[in-house]
């Protein structure tokens, strides 16, 4: 009887997709946040606010995701939109702190 699962390499490579999208948000909003804070303080704490957290909550999430993928317990959830969500809120934070960090 097989496995009603996928446990092959294709789950645990949008987890590690997922993880490395999320790393790159967390050192985006960091370093945004470096950049930008001389001129524009209070958009690279918001944008730090926003992202880095965010970003953190993706990479919690598809880390469990992974791990729970990979040993095929029936607690997967299916994907229910709101990492992407996160990511797009995400940049476009990080986007418009590096708009206000030109115009001001």
Same mark, same amino acid.
């Given at each position: ?6 446990? @092959?390499?294709? %789950? ?12 790159? #948000? $967390?050192?985006? *909003? ?9 001129? $524009?303080?209070?958009?690279?704490? %918001? &944008? #730090? ?5 965010? @970003? ?5 999430? &598809? ?7 990979? *040993? ?6 299916? @994907? ?22 030109? #115009? @001001?």
């Amino acid at each position: 009887m097989t496995s009603p699962r996928d446990t @092959g390499l294709a %789950v645990e490579r949008t987890a590690l997709a997922w993880q490395r999208t999320a790393v790159s #948000l $967390v050192v985006g *909003s960091l370093l945004l946040a470096r950049i930008t804070h001389d001129r $524009v303080e209070a958009a690279s704490w %918001v &944008s #730090l606010g926003i992202a880095g957290p965010l @970003g953190l909550w993706v990479l919690w999430n &598809s880390w469990t995701r992974g791990r729970c993928a990979a *040993s095929a317990s029936p607690s997967v959830r299916s @994907g229910d939109g709101w990492e992407p969500l996160a990511v797009a809120a995400a940049v476009v934070t990080l986007g418009l702190a590096a708009v206000a960090q030109m #115009l @001001g």
